[in-house]
């Protein structure tokens, strides 16, 4: 009997620890800031835009978030390039309470999915293919993914590092 409680009881004790550094995780992975103004997300945005020294990002996205071009990246990585670490995504929608959403996702988690396709994005209600692989962006190297500021001033900045 004794022994059953032991049992259940660590079990119980191993979900809920596992549970909390899930949730532990997820909320060292976004940063939420309250209501900025509409100067300061713009100087968000154009300063992590100049880390890439004006590059066009990877997938370009039409006012109304159709996508226009989704180039391939190339083959072989250059030497300069070195493999990205991490896929950021910022949003900000002024419509939304203001908020802006940041969110770093380790590519290793992207991995662990097993699925090496980036997948859709949601764009004004929309699923949007970035058409774009894990191995895409390894061998693309670090640098702006998808640029879009849509005709109400909605913004979306994907990048890697």
Not at 17 to 36: E, F, N, R, W
């Amino acid at each position: 009997m004794i022994v059953t409680v032991a049992v259940v009881g660590g079990g119980f004790l191993s979900v809920v620890t596992l549970i909390g550094l899930a949730v532990y995780a997820v909320a060292s992975h976004v940063d939420i800031d309250q209501q900025p103004d509409e100067e300061t997300v713009a100087a968000r945005f154009e300063d992590i835009r100049t880390r890439f020294g004006g590059a066009a990002p990877l997938v370009i996205l039409g006012a109304d978030g159709d996508l226009v071009t989704s180039p391939q990246p190339a083959d072989e990585m250059s030497a300069s390039h070195a493999p990205p670490e991490t896929l950021h995504v910022t949003a900000w929608n002024p419509d939304d309470g203001g908020q802006l959403f940041t969110i770093r996702l380790p590519f290793w988690l992207l991995r662990l999915g097993g699925n090496d396709d980036l997948g859709n994005i949601d764009i004004n209600g929309q699923d949007v293919p970035l058409d774009l692989t894990i191995d895409d962006l390894d061998r693309y190297g670090r640098g702006l993914v998808a640029d879009y500021v849509s005709a109400d001033n909605e913004r979306l900045l994907v990048w890697s590092e």
